[in-house]
């Protein structure tokens, strides 16, 4: 026991869990398995009908869960339904043990006492593991470091404490179906939006599930994690011996390359994540499993789409505007304690994502000759459909706000100096982006509507959708396009769609349901929509009321 | 902006001076020489290519807006403007933010004094054939000015986009928003490298001619009454050719040496004379300096200038006539067209070469109307001690395609000397035939040294 404890103490370290252990293990293969089939039944949440606020999902077999996510991601509504995605991510299995997360097998396999268990004759060593060392004694372990480490961070900022939860793991890579063998990087792009999308955590406000926060913490310390593995990163920044699920722009998509170096990665480099992993490891005991067996994945290959891209970059520029601490109140607390559960070199662990995005788009995304964005890298040229672009538009308006005035940021002069460009560097592709939008996917006077079109074939865009390009066209107007045409254009398509969502009732689906009100919020911003936005509340009489923001 | 096309004025004096010729066979040893002057309309025309007339400044009438910016009429920069601001257009849009684009117009007034002497001289080399040769002196002058108008929305446009739109294009709109007649002409002047529009003068020749003719009677055909005449004449360019560098000058010449070949029928009773007229002139291939238009402007820059090879299209004429009057007085009425068809240039710098070639085919449809009185007869009788034929000539161009609307009015005297080898032919032929006379010229018949076919 006292071996166990020791050895549990030192997850303290886990406060710098992700970018600072020494890894031993070397990374698992990357063969390509072209059996690999993982027919993954998604969640899907419907709204039934209480309002945004008081949303409580019903999480049932099937639809579309990254739209959900999605729509949750930076909503600052529906608490109760995110709260319930977060839990169901932290107290599930995911499809990495948590022994085979680097910073843990790491702490375990570096445990002095351990060692000496482990150098004693194996019946011996069987007998003292199984007393001192059982699976649920290391798993609660565990879960008393984390804890720790979660209440160090939470408590520094003055924030409630983590409470006596019920069981939670740092597995990474949550099963989004009934498959724990494998998982998609674009379902975890999408959770990844909804974990860095909340910002009550890093601006002080109410915890999602009215408890605490420590939800939120233990969440995005399990993002962190999960890209650092992805990038093959050591403590130290360097590439390390586990992980190691990313691709390079340079030599596409069929295979993985070697774990991510930023300090020597050429110029060129542009790490990104895509396709279908499937783990497989022996089955044994904890400690074995932390200190003798080898996870092996097996990439499957997928196509690349812009819309998934999309989506790990804006969770990446959302993690980068949280984790600073001139953007976000408690950022410095939370990043600043010793021994805490982030540290502040995490600062700096999105802006992995940040070349593979220019290489892709200026390479892959962006058919700069003709000026077109395509739907997806390494395959055929075909335009991207309109929620991608609205994704990319999102995105990349993020990473320019993310990245903007960078002075008090708190990063030092060498990485100040080399993000400084990048927010004027992205508006060019944000401009073809909306421009994109606008004449390819058009806004066109139906009657006394104006209506989104998702292409020129006549195909009117559905409500989601159209709350969507509200949501995002509106926020880039007010956020850097300053734009009246584009004001007009996000007014005029609010006006035909308000007065019909205004009259929905139960029974539609919540990606919908959140969309629009985020829809009707982002309009309610504009200090000149607010008579506008209250006489709609008169006539449709308390149905609109849910669309908080207007007054 | 680059907006403004060559002026049209440049074919304007071109038509008329470029081959003086001289209808008339002189017996041998005879010769004529020939004084003449003309004046062209300042109300200078022009016909598009859809045979439009317009005055010249309506060439240089721009507006800044809609199709002359789509068009490119208004320049490259404007027009990459609007295609840029038409992709932010939505599809099925009925008026889109490019379309609201008005930066106002331009529009020009220009003038050109243009005046011709000119100068023959014919000589019977034998009592078949007659040589002569001319040369026009020109008096050129062209005053252009350019008027910007109207109200420019570019800044309201700007606001109004934002950041939506690209830099580049942020800073197009403020660009035109700066538009006035002063920032187009700095541009055609500093930018363009062409010389100040204001003012251009020429004073100078023409270019020269060289040639025979000959007349077949009818009479040897069996045809009583009947003249086949052919003209053969050589043009040196010598006249002003067109100036890259300069936009409104005028082309005083054709620019290239030119071999033509002219033929006439003529038949005459009893006062009244008609006939036919018909040319074909064949220009000869020389290499010349142009500025080679890259397909995205109207106007090239200097840096578009270079040395082509030019391959003239050739020039057909055609025409019927008919006249009618005494040996003393005659009015003649002229009616006629000419085509010149496609010039063809190639040159090692990449461009529109096609562009420079289609505005060359051009074409024009004219009339004029003649009166001259001749002393020739008197002269003859001894009535007059100087023979000579005092004509005036009235023109004009009444259609066209890609031409001036040349208008102008001729006045000419001609005059007829005698050479020791007149008075040996004439006592040849005295002594054979006429014994009435002792003084040998030309009979009346039309005499021009200035507007053949």
Known sequence: MHCGKHLFQSLAILAVVVLFCSCAMKKSNNDTHRDLAAPRATPAVSWNGDGVDNFAPQISSSGDAQSLLMALSGCDCAPTAAAALLTASAVKRGILPQ?????????????????????????????????????????????????????????????????????????????????????????????????????????????????????????????????????????????????????????????????????????????????????????????????????????????????????????????????????????????????????????????????????LLEKKFINIGSRLILKTAFGAEAPADLETLLTMADAIQEWRSATSNLATSGLSPAVTEKLKGVPQKLLVPLQLTVQSIISKHTFVQDGNDVKLFVGSNGQVADPRLSAIAIRILGNLEQNGLNS??????????????????????????????????????MIAKYQDAQEWMRLLRDKMGASVARWGGAS | MKFLQKLPIVLMVSLGLAGPSFAQLLPKGVGAYQL???????????????????????????????????????????????????????????????????????????????QAKFIGMAYGLTNRITGFAGIPFVSARVDAKINYSGTNNALAIKSRLGNMIYKEMQDGLDVASRLSADSVRENIE???????????????????????????????????????????????????????????????????????????????????????????????????????????????????????????????????????????????????????????????????????????????????????????????????????ILALTAHDTFAGVNSARARFVELSITSFFSTPAAAASRSTTASNTDKKTDRSIPKRNSLDFSAGV
Do not use: C
């Open chain 2, 190 to 388: 500093v930018t363009k490298g062409y010389a100040p529009i204001d003012h251009w003068e020429y004073n100078g020749v023409g270019d020269t001619v060289l040639g025979a003719r000959t007349e077949i009677s009818g009479d040897s055909l069996g045809v009583k009454r009947l003249h086949l005449g052919l003209t053969g004449q050589f043009d040196f360019a010598t006249g002003h050719a067109d100036d890259p560098d300069i936009l409104t000058d005028i082309p005083i010449g054709r620019g290239y040496h030119a071999l033509s070949v002219a033929s006439d029928l003529k038949i005459a009773s009893h006062g009244v004379e008609t006939g036919i007229l018909g040319s074909l002139t064949q220009g000869i291939n020389r290499d010349v300096s142009r500025r080679v238009p890259d397909g995205t402007e109207l106007l090239s820059g200097r840096d578009r200038k270079a040395t082509v090879h030019w391959s003239p299209g050739q020039d057909i004429g055609g025409g019927l006539y008919l006249g009618y009057g005494d040996s003393l007085i005659k009015g003649v009425y002229t009616v006629g067209a000419q085509k010149h068809l496609q010039d063809h240039y190639s040159g090692s710098l990449e461009g529109d070469y096609q562009a420079m070639e289609k505005i060359t085919e051009s074409s024009r449809a004219y009339h004029q109307i003649g009166l001259s009185v001749s002393t020739l007869d008197a002269y003859t009788k001894k009535a007059i001690s100087i023979p000579f």
């Open chain 2, 36 to 114: 003449g002057y003309r004046k062209f309309d300042t109300n200078a025309q022009y016909f598009d290519q859809d045979g439009g007339a317009h005055g010249i400044g309506d060439k240089l009438k721009v507006e800044f807006s809609g199709t002359d910016m789509s068009s490119g009429k208004a320049g490259k920069d404007l027009k990459k403007l609007y295609r840029e601001m038409k992709k932010f257009d939505s599809q099925g849009a009925t008026k889109g933010v490019a379309d609201e684009m008005n930066f106002g117009q331009l529009e020009g007034e220009a003038t050109a004094d243009v």
């Open chain 1, 99 to 359: 022994v085979f997360v680097p910073q843990i097998r790491e702490t375990i396999t570096s445990d002095s006492k351990l060692q000496i268990l482990l150098k004693l004759p194996s019946g011996l060593q069987n007998t003292l593991k199984s007393w001192l060392a059982s699976d649920s004694k290391i798993a609660s372990e565990i879960r008393t470091g984390i804890s720790g480490k979660l209440n160090k961070s939470l408590g520094n900022f003055g924030g409630t404490t983590l409470s006596n939860r019920s069981a939670f793991r740092l597995d990474l890579f949550s099963a989004f179906g009934t498959d724990q063998s494998s998982f998609k990087m674009a379902d975890q792009a999408a959770r990844w939006n909804l974990v860095m999308g909340g910002r009550n955590l890093w601006t002080g406000g109410a915890p999602l599930d009215g408890v605490d926060h420590g939800l939120q913490l233990l969440e995005t310390m399990r993002v962190a994690a999960e890209w650092a593995y992805i990038a093959g990163l050591s403590g130290s920044g360097k590439p390390g011996g586990f992980g190691g699920l990313a691709l390079d722009v340079r030599t596409g998509n069929k295979n993985l390359v070697a774990p991510y170096d930023p300090t020597t990665a050429p110029k060129e480099a542009g790490l990104f994540a895509s396709g279908v992993f499937t783990i497989s490891y022996a089955n044994a005991s904890a400690v074995d499993m932390a200190t003798k067996i080898k996870e092996k994945w097996v990439y499957q290959a997928d196509e690349v789409t812009l819309l998934d891209q999309a989506r790990l970059w804006r969770s990446a520029a959302l993690a980068f505007r949280n984790f600073r601490g001139d953007l976000s109140k408690n950022a410095s607390a939370i990043l600043g304690v010793k021994d805490g559960a982030l540290s502040s070199a995490m600062q700096q662990l999105p802006l992995l994502w940040l070349p593979g995005m220019g290489q």
């Open chain 1, 484 to 521: 009246e045409e584009l004001k007009a254009k996000v007014f005029s398509l609010f006006a035909s769609h308000a007065p019909s969502w205004a009259a929905q009732q139960a029974g539609v689906d919540a990606p919908t349901m959140i969309e629009e009100y985020r829809a009707a919020a």
